[in-house]
């Protein structure tokens, strides 16, 4: 099955720094790619996600790159700001509605004054 | 759209009950459901595919005789912890896929509840 590996595990940025969170995959199939955040006791959060057929997706602060080569795609979190502290995780999946998400372990972002 | 709620929020009980956890879809209709459990400072980690009118799909390792599983309709699927101990005290939360949205792959969390076996 799918593994998902994602590093760091935590990351401390001071605020207007960017942060880059990555992640590997190990099943070439699986072509689907979203990002969530999870702030402490919430559900999680969609809040990009990539298909194999696009290399890089924008949105506002947020990007997401993919190397389907070399099976890693990276969240990059550009003008940091105290409320983008939480957990993100990266997961991946087929696409269609009964493929099963497999998530990373985490990385929990701390942006400091 | 595509909102997920999970009742209840919060649980606690005695060790040797059952709990049941239900997911709903309020905006759509979800042939499919996924229940997860996710410990303290953890990942979450799928136990289970719910599948509307047909037995649930089970991740290995998790027992389906312990968390038993029924989406009996196309908005709500509920998970029982049977006979509870406090090792099953974690966070569980489903998630939903809107098939009738443009982004079929998205799927959509539940708010989480969080269980507490004394």
């Known amino acids: 099955g799918e593994n998902v590996e994602q590093h760091p595990s935590t990351l401390s940025v001071q605020e207007g720094d960017s942060a880059v969170i990555k992640c590997t995959y190990s099943?070439?199939?699986?072509?689907?790619f979203p990002w969530y955040k999870q702030e402490l006791g919430k559900r999680p959060q969609l809040i990009i996600d990539?298909?194999?057929?696009?290399g890089e997706k924008k949105d506002q602060r947020i990007a997401v790159t993919l190397n389907k080569t070399a099976k890693h795609f990276s969240l990059h979190i550009t003008e940091t700001q105290p409320e983008d502290s939480a957990v993100y995780f990266c997961?991946?999946?087929?696409?269609?509605?009964?493929?099963?998400?497999?998530f990373g372990t985490g990385t929990r972002l701390q942006v400091m004054l | 759209g595509a909102v997920v709620s999970q009742h209840p929020s919060r649980v606690i009980c005695k060790s040797g009950t059952s709990v049941k956890i239900e997911c709903r879809s309020l905006?759509?209709?979800?042939?499919?459901m996924f229940w997860y459990r996710q410990f303290p400072k953890q990942s979450l980690m799928l136990m289970a595919t719910?599948?509307?009118?047909?037995?649930?799909?089970?991740e290995q390792g998790v027992e389906k005789d312990k968390f038993l599983i029924n989406h009996a309709s196309l908005t709500l699927s509920t998970l029982t912890v049977t006979s509870a101990h406090p090792e099953d005290s974690s966070f569980y939360i489903c998630?939903?896929?809107?098939?009738?949205?443009?982004?079929?792959?998205?799927?959509?969390f539940g708010p989480g509840t969080r269980l507490l076996v004394l």
């Open positions: 905006d759509f209709q979800a042939t499919t």
């Open positions: 997961a991946a999946s087929l696409t269609g509605t009964a493929s099963k998400l497999t």
């Open positions: 998630s939903a896929r809107d098939p009738s949205g443009g982004r079929l792959e998205t799927q959509y």
């Open positions: 719910s599948n509307e009118g047909s037995k649930a799909t089970y």
């Open positions: 099943d070439s199939a699986s072509n689907y």
């Open positions: 990539i298909r194999s057929n696009v």
